[in-house]
């Protein structure tokens, strides 16, 4: 009797996972294939230059001090990008290390890391970290010239208002960055917009640091937005009892930095715009003491290069001029002295300006021998 053969099985788990696995060895086997095959090239990496025109334009003359690694510093970010953070104290030697290898990087880095300190320490000002920030101002001014510096300096000299009244105590950080702006921008004709802004705000309110000496180079390249005349620069106004800030600064030279038009064209329309909006804003407010009486008029002696702003300011002089305070007075003959110093013959502008003078009632007799010097003058 003959055996029945076995039907055939049918195909199981194992048959599908064997068909899978021979599959897969297939694929892996093309891919090993294809992985044979040449591969394109990287693009190679710029390699950062030892003795490129650019590397000798940022690190110049360079102050020779012991190698220190770098591996002091600590990366850190903020909404400005990475930053790197190495503490006052060891941030001129890890920067002169850095330039000394070239690593442009890493020195951008740490500038804008040791700027971001200097602005958090305008309550309590560092006395290392100005004097190591004033020491690389003296040796390599560039590296205080690129756009994060800058901004980062701008924004320590950006009004706030719950600063105004601390910050007038102790200025030490605004003018540290005001004389590392100076050092940064000093060969630039194209100064910030944000700049001149923080100057308006400043001049307009609080007055912290536009009234410092150590910070009026500064303001006087500022002043240049506004076509003034800054002939002799003894007449820019410098504020009620204002004195040379005492307190420990570092040595940043500054005197050398000549006074120049520094801003584009696009930018002063662009601040004579916003100048004009906050005009507008303070002679709505109601008076409050005697700010706007000091402020303005402080601040119109400087922006009387526009007609706009002598013609607002002929035209409120008058009453100004009867505050009985000596010290608003005093603002009061200098922007009387500003306003015809900037009125040109055959503008129908300042015609208007001159009717406006000329129609001034005074009740001082000093008052009114200044006023008549004046007014020969503009005549």
């Not at 005009?279 to 009387?304: H, M």
Request: hydrophobic share 40%; glycine share 4%; aromatic share 6%.
């Amino acid at each position: 009797m003959s055996k029945r053969p076995n039907p055939p099985s049918k195909p199981g788990k194992g048959a599908h996972l064997g068909s899978l696995i021979a599959l897969g060895q297939r694929t892996s086997s093309s891919s090993s294939a294809s992985s044979s095959a040449p591969l394109p090239k990287k693009p190679k990496q710029k390699s950062v230059p030892t003795s490129s025109t650019a590397a000798k334009s940022l690190f110049a003359d360079p102050v020779r001090a012991p190698s220190q690694s770098s591996s002091t510093a600590k990366s850190t970010s903020s909404g400005d990008g990475p930053l790197t953070d190495v503490s006052a104290s060891d941030l001129l030697k890890v920067v002169e290390s850095a330039v000394q290898a070239n690593d442009h990087e890493l020195v951008s880095r740490l500038i804008d890391g040791a700027i971001h300190n200097l602005k958090d320490s305008r309550i309590k000002p560092d006395a290392n970290l100005n004097s190591a920030l004033a020491s690389l101002a003296v040796n390599w001014p560039q590296l205080f010239s690129t756009t994060s510096v800058v901004t980062g300096l701008v924004s320590v000299l950006q009004r706030e208002q719950t600063l105004v009244f601390k910050l007038k105590s102790n200025p030490t950080v605004l003018i540290v960055a005001a004389q590392l702006l100076l050092v940064g921008l000093q060969k630039s004709r194209n100064w910030p917009e944000a700049l001149a802004k923080a100057y308006v705000d400043d001049a307009l309110s609080g007055r912290v640091w536009v009234d410092i000496e150590q910070c009026k180079k500064l303001v006087v390249n500022i002043l240049t937005v506004f076509d003034a005349d800054l002939s002799p620069l003894s007449q820019v106004p410098s504020g009620e009892g204002v004195q040379p800030y005492k307190g420990e600064l570092p040595s940043i030279p500054v005197d050398s930095v000549p006074v120049e038009p520094r801003f584009a064209a696009q930018v002063e329309a662009s601040v004579k715009s916003y100048v004009l909006q906050m005009i507008a804003e303070q002679t709505r407010r109601p008076q409050q003491g005697d700010i706007i009486s000091k402020n303005l008029p402080q601040f119109l002696s400087v922006t009387a290069g526009w007609s706009e702003m002598r013609i607002m300011a002929a035209q409120k002089l008058e009453g100004w001029l009867q505050n009985p305070k000596p010290a608003n007075q005093k603002f009061c003959q200098e922007l009387m002295q500003s306003l015809v110093r900037h009125t040109r013959e055959g503008f129908a502008e300042d015609c208007k300006v001159v009717e406006y003078l000329v129609s001034v009632r005074l009740r001082s007799k000093l008052l009114a021998n200044q006023y008549m010097a004046c007014i020969r003058y503009a005549l």
